[in-house]
C-alpha cells in the first residue's frame, strides 16, 4: 500500500477521534511538517535515481540526520567514486587527531659558532601567512647557517597524479623545507616583469609563443612576451636550490651539511587552525600533502604520506562503511576511490568531535568564501561544504543548517560527465537548496 495513503488515513483517523482543538492543531503542524520533510527525500532520491538511469555519468547522494541518526537518503551510497579534493576532509581529520595547535616550524641545533637547521615539511614559510618567527629567527642569528642535506622519505609527487600539470599552482613538489609553497610568481607587464625570487628571475624567458611554463625536470621558466598575465609555476626543489634561494632571503650565506643526529630545539611557526582554513576554504593541495608528511613523521619517523595514510586508517577511521583506496592527501591522484557514506560517516565523527561553530569556519560557505564563492548567494547561508574537481568529477560532501534550524550532512559524488561544471554545480545547487527549504 502507498505510504502517503496509509499516512492521510491515519491522519484522518487522529482528527476524527481528537476533540481538543488545541492538540488538533498541534498534531495537523506537525504532520504538515513531516509531509514537507518526508516529501522532499521522496522526490530527491527518485529524481537522483531516475538521472542515474538515463545518463552516462554516474553520481552518488546521501543525506544523513545526526540528531535522529538515520539516513534520509542513499542513492549508490555504498559506491566507489574519484573524490578529488574531498579526500582533504580526511587529511584534516588525520591531522586534527595527530598535530597539536601549532606546527613546527624548524628544527634547530646551536654549536660554537653555528647554526645547524633542518626543515620539518612546513609549508607556511614565506607562503602568505603573517607569522615570521622562523625568518625573524634565522636573520638575527650572528652564526654561520648550516642546512641539513637531508629530503622526505617520498616522492615529490604523488601516486596517480597527472604528469603533465607539474607547470601549474595547484601541482608543487613535495620537499622537507619549502619556500613560498615552491612556486615561483611572476607577473609581466608591458613595461616591467615583478617576481617573489630574483634568483629564480635570472631564469625565465620571455617568449612569443607559450608552449609551457616551465622545462620538465629544469628551473627554466617561459612567460608570453605580448600578454600582461600573473604566473604561478612551481619549481624544481633540491636542498642546493632551498639553500641558494635561503641565502637570497636573509642577505648571508647557507650552506650545506651532511645528515647526522642533533638534539634539535624547536621553533613553532603557525597555528593550526589558520592552516586548516586554509586547507579546505582555499582547498590548498601543497597543504594537505605537507600536513600528511607531518603526520607521517610524528607516527613512524618518516616524512611519508603513506605512513600517515596508514596510520589513521588503523587507528582512527577503522569503521567506514566502504574500505576506501586512499593515495595522498590532496586528492589529485586519480587511484583514490572513496564511497559517499564513507564521506557521511567522516563528516558526523567531526561533528561529534568538534563543536559546530569552529567546525563550520572551517569550510566554505556557498555564496560566499574559497571554492564555493561562485555558487547562488543567499540571504542566509545554508550550505557549508568541501568541494572537489577533477575534469569530469565534481563532489560535495559537508554539512546543511535548514530553515528549519536542523543540521544535516551531506555527499554528493559525480563522476564521469562530459558537460560542464558549473551546469553540475547548478543542478545540485537546486536539489540543497530544496532540502533547505523543506526539512
Known amino acids: 500500500m502507498n505510504g502517503f495513503f496509509v499516512f492521510s488515513l491515519i491522519f484522518e483517523n487522529i482528527l476524527f477521534s481528537m476533540k481538543n482543538f488545541k492538540i488538533t492543531n498541534f498534531i495537523i503542524i506537525s504532520l504538515l511538517i513531516l509531509f514537507s520533510g518526508c516529501g522532499t527525500v521522496y522526490k530527491l532520491q527518485k529524481e537522483i535515481k531516475k538521472e542515474n538511469k538515463t545518463s552516462n555519468s554516474f553520481k552518488g547522494f546521501v543525506l544523513y540526520d545526526p540528531e535522529m541518526k538515520k539516513e534520509l537518503i542513499n542513492t549508490n551510497g555504498s559506491k566507489y567514486f574519484t573524490p578529488a579534493s574531498n579526500v582533504k576532509l580526511f587529511t584534516f581529520y588525520t591531522a586534527h587527531k595527530k598535530l597539536g595547535d601549532s606546527i613546527v616550524g624548524l628544527n634547530y641545533y646551536h654549536t660554537k659558532d653555528s647554526l645547524i637547521i633542518q626543515g620539518t615539511a612546513d609549508p607556511t614559510f614565506l607562503n602568505g601567512y603573517d607569522n615570521s ?115 637570497n632571503e636573509l642577505d648571508k650565506p647557507v650552506r650545506l651539511v651532511q645528515n647526522k643526529d642533533y638534539n634539535f630545539e624547536k621553533i613553532y611557526s603557525e597555528s593550526l587552525d589558520s592552516i586548516y582554513k586554509k586547507l579546505l576554504v582555499d582547498s590548498n593541495n601543497f597543504i594537505a600533502e605537507q600536513l600528511m608528511l607531518i603526520v607521517g613523521n610524528e607516527v613512524s619517523g618518516k616524512y611519508n604520506v603513506k605512513e600517515a595514510i596508514n596510520y589513521s586508517l588503523k587507528n582512527h577511521l577503522n569503521n567506514l562503511p566502504q574500505s576506501p583506496r586512499w593515495v595522498d592527501g590532496s586528492g589529485l591522484s586519480r587511484y583514490n576511490l572513496f564511497s559517499p557514506s564513507d564521506m557521511v560517516y567522516l563528516l558526523d565523527k567531526i561533528l561529534n568531535e568538534i563543536p559546530k561553530e569552529k567546525l563550520l569556519n572551517y569550510f566554505p560557505i556557498a555564496g560566499e568564501t574559497g ?55 547548478e543542478e545540485l545547487y537546486k536539489k540543497l537548496k530544496m532540502i533547505y527549504e523543506n526539512y
Open 371 to 425: 571554492t564555493l564563492k561562485n555558487y547562488k548567494k543567499s540571504n542566509t547561508p545554508f550550505i557549508y561544504a568541501k568541494s572537489g574537481s577533477l575534469s569530469n568529477n565534481y563532489c560535495l560532501s559537508g554539512y546543511i543548517t535548514t530553515k528549519k534550524g536542523k543540521t544535516l550532512i551531506f555527499s554528493y559524488m559525480h563522476n564521469h560527465f562530459k558537460k560542464s561544471t558549473s551546469s553540475i554545480k
Open 133 to 247: 618567527k622562523v625568518l625573524d629567527f634565522l636573520k638575527q642569528s650572528k652564526d654561520t647557517i648550516y642546512l641539513i642535506d637531508k629530503t622526505i622519505d617520498d616522492k615529490k609527487y604523488g601516486n596517480g597524479w597527472s604528469w603533465d600539470d607539474y607547470q601549474y599552482y595547484y601541482m608543487s613538489e613535495k620537499s622537507l623545507f619549502p619556500i613560498k609553497g615552491n612556486i615561483f610568481k611572476y607577473s609581466i607587464t608591458t613595461d616591467s616583469i615583478e617576481t617573489n625570487s630574483s634568483f629564480l628571475e635570472e631564469n625565465l624567458k620571455l617568449v612569443s609563443s607559450l608552449e609551457r611554463r616551465r622545462e620538465v625536470d629544469s628551473n627554466q621558466f617561459f612567460a608570453l612576451l605580448s600578454k600582461e598575465k600573473t604566473y604561478e609555476t612551481p619549481f624544481v626543489t633540491s636542498n642546493q636550490l632551498t639553500a641558494k634561494l635561503l641565502e
